[in-house]
């Protein structure tokens, strides 16, 4: 049988990637910040900066476009991250296999805080631990802190309103607006038709409070618990929502100014949990990084 000959110079083969490189690679793409990775990875800036450029180097590609404002992924980038985050996920789990066993943490989160980006921060996690089994419980900022208090979470995040935040530690603070389609339009003596999460809502009874001071006729013609729920009486322009910005669904926008609507109050997001062991605070930090990075507007 002839085999043809393959020309040296026809293949470029690329020698192993540095596997620390990648990591660097991924957080920094992920949360869109050295800085945030820098303190997630337990490491510097200057040594971020550093691995990303022989990556960059190696592979013969530019991953990442850099301003002094921004950090956000180059076209090659975006091509190359999934790919990146499927080698990480398989070292992970590969290293841990004959290292940790599987436990489980529970964590109680605010539906107020959570929207679409869900399963970023369940595959974030996994990656981080994958023998590290989340069992994670979405409800109100009440709700989950009750359960906590009962024993039945390893930790709460929780949009907080009341005095208990010197237990906790304030992990960002959340802003919220009011969200609807862009082609939304008032109707002259009708009441502002709202989507809320009903009264037991803290950031509801502080919108409502901020239109009658205002002197806003409103009314509450949906009333959903969660988010999405809260959010999809908005994409269909039904209503105006009261939501954190960065859980607004597609297709809608912040209509505060448009509307001249009030501005509405920001809210601390607190952290409690009684965890020390280093490998929960870990996952926990992650967690946490996750978010605040969402959150950026």
């Given at each position: ?38 303190e ?25 476009e850099r ?13 190359f ?12 789990r590969?290293?841990a296999?004959?290292?940790?066993e ?7 989160i605010?539906?107020?805080i ?15 631990d ?5 069992e994670?419980?979405?409800?109100g900022?009440?709700?989950v802190?009750?359960?906590?208090e ?12 009341d ?23 008032s ?7 709202l ?13 409502v ?5 205002a002197g ?12 999405a ?11 105006i ?23 509405l ?10 965890l020390n062991?280093?490998r ?12 605040k990075?969402?959150?950026v507007?």
């Amino acid at each position: 049988m002839y085999i043809p000959a393959i020309p040296k110079n026809s293949l470029n083969p690329v020698k192993a990637l540095d596997l620390d490189a990648v990591k660097a690679f991924v957080f920094i793409a992920d949360l869109q910040s050295f800085t945030r990775a820098a303190e997630i990875l337990d490491t510097t800036q200057s040594a971020l900066s550093l691995k990303l450029r022989r990556l960059e180097e190696q592979l013969g590609r530019r991953l990442l476009e850099r301003t002094p404002r921004q950090v956000r992924l180059s076209a090659e980038g975006a091509v190359f991250l999934d790919a990146a985050r499927s080698l990480m996920g398989a070292h992970e789990r590969a290293v841990a296999s004959f290292q940790e066993e599987r436990r489980r943490l529970t964590i109680g989160i605010s539906q107020m805080i959570v929207g679409s980006e869900l399963p970023a921060l369940l595959r974030r996690m996994n990656e981080h631990d994958p023998n590290l089994l989340i069992e994670m419980r979405v409800a109100g900022s009440r709700d989950v802190m009750q359960a906590y208090e009962e024993g039945a979470l390893d930790a709460a995040l929780v949009v907080q309103s009341d005095n208990r935040r010197n237990q906790g530690e304030t992990v960002f603070t959340e802003s919220f607006a009011w969200i609807g389609v862009p082609h939304w339009e008032s109707r002259p003596g009708q009441p502002l038709p709202l989507s809320t999460q009903g009264d037991s809502c803290s950031i509801r009874a502080a919108a409502v409070r901020a239109l009658d001071e205002a002197g806003i006729a409103w009314t509450e013609v949906f009333i959903g618990k969660g988010a999405a729920v809260v959010g999809a009486a908005a994409a269909a322009g039904l209503a105006i929502a009261v939501l954190a910005r960065r859980t607004a669904p597609s297709g809608t926008i912040d209509l505060g100014s448009v509307l001249s609507l009030p501005p509405l109050p920001t809210q601390e997001v607190v952290l409690y949990t009684a965890l020390n062991d280093r490998r929960s605070r870990n996952a926990l930090r992650t967690l946490t990084e996750a978010f605040k990075s969402l959150s950026v507007v």
